[in-house]
């Protein structure tokens, strides 16, 4: 694809957006995956031309798979920790409840955790089960942190070198 040159206007709404939704990968509060994506597309119908749909729906792909490891994370962390189904569920609807309870940020943070003791002691576990499963699903959170960013940095880099490429 020959490159005419930039779309200044498109670019940099572009990359305000992007810069969002990096900043929410970062910060759990923001769905940054699909934040970065969004301007990805946005991008895509307003200049046409400069990325193909190859990207955009990769990079969307990539967006679903970040939001789906959320939920996820938590889960697998409390199962390989110990923990049973009940904490592991207990992980996931702390996570989706977590923030309507709490404040977005700690309600993310902590949600899960809190979901999965709880999930561990209806499931007659000790305390010291129960807070095993709560540190795995800490540890969980904290795989699906790092590989969203891991993600974040790719979409972004995917972007921009279809552009100039």
């Known amino acids: 694809m020959e490159h005419e040159g930039i779309h200044w206007l ?4 572009t990359a305000l957006i992007i810069f969002i939704g990096v900043l929410g990968s970062i910060v759990p509060v923001l769905p940054g ?4 994506w969004s301007g990805i597309f946005i991008y895509k119908l307003w200049v046409p031309g400069d990325v193909s749909w190859k990207v955009v729906i990769i990079t969307g792909l990539l967006a679903a798979l970040a939001q789906v490891l959320d ?8 199962k390989k920790f110990g923990g049973s189904t009940r904490g592991a569920v207990g992980a996931v609807l702390g ?10 940020f700690f309600g993310l943070v902590l949600g899960p955790i ?3 003791i709880i999930g561990e002691l209806s499931a007659r576990r000790t305390l010291l ?4 499963s709560g540190v795995g699903t800490l540890v969980g959170g904290i795989a699906s942190f790092i590989i969203k960013i891991g993600i974040s ?8 070198y279809s552009m100039f490429a």
């Open 10 to 13: 498109p670019f940099l709404v």
């Open 33 to 36: 995956c699909v934040i970065i």
């Open 71 to 78: 939920f996820i994370a938590g889960y697998w962390g409390a």
């Open 95 to 104: 996570g989706i409840i977590g923030p309507f309870v709490m404040s977005p």
């Open 114 to 116: 809190i979901g999965a």
């Open 129 to 132: 089960e129960s807070g095993k």
């Open 153 to 160: 940095f790719c979409m972004v880099a995917m972007f921009y």
